[in-house]
DNA sequence: TTAGGGTTAG
């Protein structure tokens, strides 16, 4: 039941008394709900506007009972008043009813068919504006006007559409229309034809601002961004000024194109023009500021409009959303709901990357069934994956692929969104399972962004030769110059051992940005080579690249691993005071790390001890981890202590600590740990090591004896061990970590899973070929040694790639130095 | 009575 508060809307309904009192059998119940009173009755006059009657109608039942009086009372047999019902319905939301009405009209029009294109047009539903058209010239026998091709035009998705409908425009005589014309050029545009609608805009034998327009956000929305500049500087020049809708379809070329002094100047235009009060115009300055990163400016437009719509809330939500504050962003959102304005799709989709940012998991819930209740899933795949994305970066994985399976339609950005989701919370086999998928279903055809999320997995994973394949298409693709593919790309080869591929592509990439230096500096520090990381962050700053966050901790990481420790000190201070760039905890982990693996521990410990901020699980487990590497068990008892409550449930702490009490021999400190562990329900991470032979990758896990080559593989063993042991071998018994006896704890160490991987290696591959193999876990200081010997022993080059780092052996030496 | 050219996005 509805109220009728404003007076007017009173007196407009109570026209339709009469009508009320005719069908009273059938309307008192609508008449009741209007709340009419038998006042009203007797003083009706006998007028009835139609029109405004409609237009006093809010609601969409309202119509919807209106219309019911007027067919009973046999006063909507006209077309136009059917045709308008077309429209009201439209414009109240209910397409299906608009169409169900234009159907029951017995006669139509050119208004009737004209309507109902256009009405879907408003309604975004262009295949369907088209089809009518097409129903309308075949069906109808009437011929369309120059009100039809307008919308019909706009409506085209695709050129032979848009081919057919200018033959209609040309035999009906409408192409000098400015309307219609107007509509041909954008058409032309955006289907990259720039040359035909140049053609016919110069051939126009009256232009107006409309014109221009059209042809300024065609090149616009074709991504042209430097022909549409040219054409507006074309247009001032012929002295026609620009008027809002101008202003409105620059500013975005402005912002994509990165051109900050035009989109100033447009600006002070607009101010001088008096144009900052178009809702439009202001909404796209904000747009603008937020891309070029100028956050006062944006804010400044926002808090100076004098009326707001549902798109400036959007964008300044989103713009602070970009520019990772999602705390304001957030502020800004419940503003609007204050304000009474009703969010929308594109508002959810900020709020997705908000919750994520926030890491809020709660209200990932309550936003995921806001969008659920709205059917918005239906709607638009964009914000689909804006909620596969969320769940993804909040690491709700299952929740992520739950609600990709159940899209309507998947577009390539779903299945790029899933696989980024998978490789980014480290489940680098799932990745590439979904990327498979998404070959072997034949529908999708990868992009740019699919190279970016697919490579990252294959580098984790070590599989090189899938990501050669990836290269071989990006090259076909002509992605190489891609800063992001390329960069891709050599990450991959850095982290698949192939570090001077990784370098002949880095040479060959724009290198005016971060990213790619990023790259290469930490494939040279995860391969052990510190000096020549450092080398490339001087040659980056010679060439005038301004390092990021990231350029830090791979740097950092650098130094760790090279045992440079002033260095690294040096650069955790120039990043603060020259760069200005605040540390992040993954800083602080990476200088923790760089202390404790030199073996400054009480340096690494203090450090954490004066972090301005409170440290995480990653913090306490590099110090953990260098505990263990110098075998330090009362700081390492520290740590795990600390571990154990805020990461309760990683097991690979438990391991650590068992291992640091394992190692000096306090077994009951080992059996403490393992019942912690157990208790808790928690399980070893079982080692494995993978080797790619003949295109095949195999894994073998510690003691593995169901490969089908797995006596041989011990024969070569036995084999090895007795040379090396010529050569001065002696095992390192002090890494077996199990309460054996003395024989035993040599067997354990000869089935480690990289000695199996190896041993496979050498008998499955030609003499002194390189054998590469990749661990799970970290290999351990015996079997480091074991490879040493190896080297010298087969005349082999041998890359083990452990979860930590690069360890290159040749000639019996390991380019590490033994500093790992 | 119906029409062009304009903004936000994963």
């Known amino acids: 039941m509805f109220r009728l508060a404003p007076s007017c809307k009173d007196r407009r309904l109570c026209k339709l008394l009469p009508l009320l009192q005719a069908h009273r059998p059938l309307f008192s119940a609508a008449a009741n709900s209007l709340q009419i009173s038998p006042d009203c009755l007797e003083n009706e006059s006998r007028e009835i506007d139609f029109d405004d009657l409609f237009q006093s109608c809010t609601k969409l039942h309202h119509v919807k009972r209106l219309h019911a009086l007027l067919v009973v009372s046999g006063k909507i047999k006209t077309v136009f008043s059917s045709t308008k019902l077309v429209n009201f319905y439209a414009n109240l939301g209910d397409l299906s009813f608009s169409r169900h009405t234009f159907d029951h009209i017995s006669y139509r029009n050119v208004y009737t068919w004209n309507s109902m294109i ?11 504006a088209v089809d009518c058209f097409y129903q309308f010239t075949l069906t109808s026998g009437l011929r369309p006007d120059f009100y039809t091709f307008p919308p019909v035009l706009k409506a085209c998705r695709n050129l032979v559409d848009g081919k057919k409908i200018h033959c209609s425009v040309l035999k009906l005589g409408f192409e000098w229309d ?45 991504g042209n961004a430097v022909e549409a500049l040219d054409i507006l500087d074309e247009m001032r020049l012929e002295g026609v000024s620009m008027d809002p809708i101008t202003v409105a379809s620059i500013l975005p070329v402005c912002a994509r194109s990165d051109n900050i002094l035009s989109g100033l100047l447009i600006h002070l235009y607009i101010v001088k023009h008096g144009l900052e009060f178009n809702l439009f115009v202001s909404n796209n300055l904000i747009n603008m500021y937020a891309k070029f990163g100028m956050m006062r400016h944006a804010l400044r437009v926002f808090d100076q409009m004098m009326e707001r719509d549902v798109v400036s809330w959007n964008s300044i939500i989103a713009a602070y959303e970009q520019s990772n504050d999602p705390i ?36 990932s819930r309550s936003v995921h069934g806001f969008i659920m209740r709205r059917g918005w899933f239906m709607e638009d795949v964009i914000i689909g994956n804006a909620v596969v994305d969320m769940y993804a970066k909040l690491g709700i994985i299952n929740s992520a692929c739950a609600v990709f399976e159940g899209l309507p339609v998947k577009d390539v950005i779903s299945w790029n969104t899933l696989i980024t989701g998978y490789a980014q919370n480290g489940l680098a086999s799932e990745a590439i399972e979904v990327f498979q998928m998404m070959e072997e279903c034949n529908e999708i055809n990868p992009n740019q962004g699919t190279y970016v999320s697919i490579l990252p997995a294959y580098s984790h994973v070590g599989a090189l030769r899938q990501g050669i394949k990836i290269h071989a298409r990006v090259i076909k693709n002509c992605l190489c110059f891609d800063v992001f593919v390329a960069t891709c790309l050599v990450d991959m080869y850095g982290k698949c051992g192939r570090i001077d591929d990784a370098m002949s592509l880095f040479y060959q990439v724009p290198r005016s940005s971060s990213v790619p230096w990023n790259a290469i500096i930490s494939c040279h520090g995860i391969h052990g080579q510190g000096d020549k990381a450092l080398n490339f962050f001087r040659q980056m700053l010679d060439e005038g690249v301004r390092p990021d ?29 020259e760069f200005g760039i605040k540390p992040h905890l993954k800083h602080y982990g990476c200088m923790v790390d760089l202390f404790g693996r ?29 505990c263990r590497i110098h075998g330090n068990m009362e700081l390492g008892a520290v740590a795990s202590d600390r571990l154990f409550e805020v990461d309760s449930e990683n097991v690979g702490y438990y391991v650590l600590m068992s291992n640091i009490y394992a190692n ?9 740990v393992r019942s912690l562990a157990r208790d808790r329900g928690l399980k070893k991470t079982p080692g494995w090591s993978s080797i790619e032979v003949n295109n095949k990758v195999d894994i073998f896990y510690t003691g593995n004896r169901t490969h089908p080559k797995y006596e041989k593989i011990y024969d070569e063993l036995r084999n090895l061990t007795a040379k090396m042991k010529s050569l001065g071998y002696v095992p390192d018994k002090s890494f077996v970590l199990q309460d054996v006896e003395e024989d035993e704890k040599e067997h354990i160490l000869t089935s480690h899973s990289e000695r199996l991987a190896i041993a496979f290696g050498i008998i499955s591959s030609p003499p002194k070929s390189p054998i590469q193999i990749f661990k799970n876990l970290r290999v351990c200081g015996d079997c480091h040694n074991w490879t040493k010997f190896i080297s010298q022993i087969t005349e082999r080059e041998i890359i083990v790639r452990d979860s930590n780092r690069f360890h290159h052996f040749k000639d019996g030496i390991c380019s590490c130095g033994d500093y790992w």
Request: a negative charge.
């Open 118 to 128: 256009s009405v879907y047009v408003r309604c975004g539903r262009l295949s369907e």
């Open 178 to 222: 400015v309307f219609v014309a107007a509509s041909l050029l954008h058409m032309y545009c955006r289907f990259g034809l720039a040359n035909v609608a140049r053609k016919l805009f110069d051939d126009m034998p009256v232009r107006d601002s409309g014109s221009w327009n059209a042809m300024i956000s065609g090149y616009c929305q074709s």
């Open 328 to 363: 304001t962003a957030h502020g800004f959102f419940t503003t609007m709901q204050q304000a009474g304005i009703q969010p929308d799709l594109l508002t959810l989709v900020s709020l997705t990357s908000i919750v994520a940012q926030l890491n809020d998991c709660r209200n």
């Open 549 to 577: 966050h990231i350029t830090f901790v791979s740097l950092l990481t650098a130094c760790s691993h090279s045992g440079l420790v002033s260095e690294g000190q040096r650069y955790f201070h120039m990043m603060q005071e």
């Open 598 to 626: 030199a073996g400054h521990l009480g340096m690494a410990h203090n450090f954490i001890q004066n972090m301005p901020v409170r440290p995480d699980a990653s913090i306490w487990g590099a110090l953990l981890g260098a």
């Open 664 to 672: 000096v021999g306090k077994w009951e400190g080992v059996d403490e």
